[in-house]
């Protein structure tokens, strides 16, 4: 797995629409497959609709790239253990750069209006 340092942060961005739903829901605490899918499914998450097996590629392509990382199978009450992602610290920083970037796109597309 290659870890960016924070100063290629730019190598990530602009992130791919679900990348950065994945990286808000996970910023918000682990989770695991079905959960970020229907996080991602809500409305005020962008509504995007995913199969869990494609979650998986992308979610391993993103751990590659270092934005997550598995956390291991956990236990919950009586049901099979699940498989959890976390967001990593590179992962935290690029979805701030992102997040600002996205402001900054916001903001020019304002200003193009009055």
Request: hydrophobic share 40%.
């Amino acid at each position: 797995m290659s870890i960016h340092a924070p100063g290629e942060l730019s190598d990530h961005l602009p992130l791919k629409p679900l990348d950065l739903g994945i990286l808000v829901v996970l910023s918000r605490g682990a989770e695991y497959g079905y959960r970020i899918v229907k996080e991602l499914a809500e409305p005020e998450a962008g509504g995007i609709r995913l199969s869990p097996s494609n979650l998986y590629t992308v979610l391993d392509r993103m751990e590659r790239a270092g934005l997550v990382a598995d956390e291991g199978r956990r236990i919950q009450e009586d049901r099979p253990p699940r498989r959890f992602f976390g967001i990593t610290p590179v992962g935290r920083a690029v979805l701030e750069a992102e997040l600002a970037r996205v402001r900054a796109v916001l903001r020019a597309a304002g200003s193009a209006d009055a």
